[in-house]
Nanobody, 127 residues
Framework: QLQLVESGGGLVPPGGSLRLSCAAS????????IGWFRQAPGKEREGVSC????????DYSNSVKGRFTISKDNAANTVYLQIDSLKPEDTAVYYC????????????????????WGQGTQVTVSS
């Protein structure tokens, strides 16, 4: 059974950067497309980025495009989300998730497409 653990969140001032990590255990990330999601208080969970199983397909939401960068290190069995130029509206709990490996190799930011979820890491952007 795949397990995902996020880390790297914290409190940063506007304009700052963080690198979030999503470490996998129990199975190799070679088989999984991965998404990053976030949920702010009182708001629905939104998909901010995804990367296909083979890394060839990547997508970002418009709100983070140009500031967030997703990458996958299969050797480390970890997916990263580099987040730069942070804004207060980026404050949220960030989650990584993995798709069912039996599904097509597809990058999607649809939360319903993911079945394995981490516990989340808090990102707070404030001066």
């Amino acid at each position: 059974q795949l397990q995902l653990v996020e880390s790297g969140g914290g409190l940063v001032p506007p304009g700052g950067s963080l690198r979030l990590s999503c470490a996998a255990s129990g199975s190799s990330l070679d088989y999984y497309a991965i998404g990053w999601f976030r949920q702010a208080p009182g708001k629905e969970r939104e998909g901010v980025s995804c990367i296909s199983r083979d890394g060839d397909s990547i997508d970002y939401s418009n709100s983070v495009k140009g500031r967030f960068t997703i990458s996958k290190d299969n050797a480390a069995n970890t997916v990263y989300l580099q987040i730069d130029s942070l804004k207060p509206e980026d404050t949220a709990v960030y989650y990584c998730a993995a798709r069912n490996p039996g599904l097509p190799n597809l990058c999607t930011r649809n939360t319903n497409a993911y079945i394995y979820w981490g516990q989340g890491t808090q990102v707070t952007v404030s001066s």
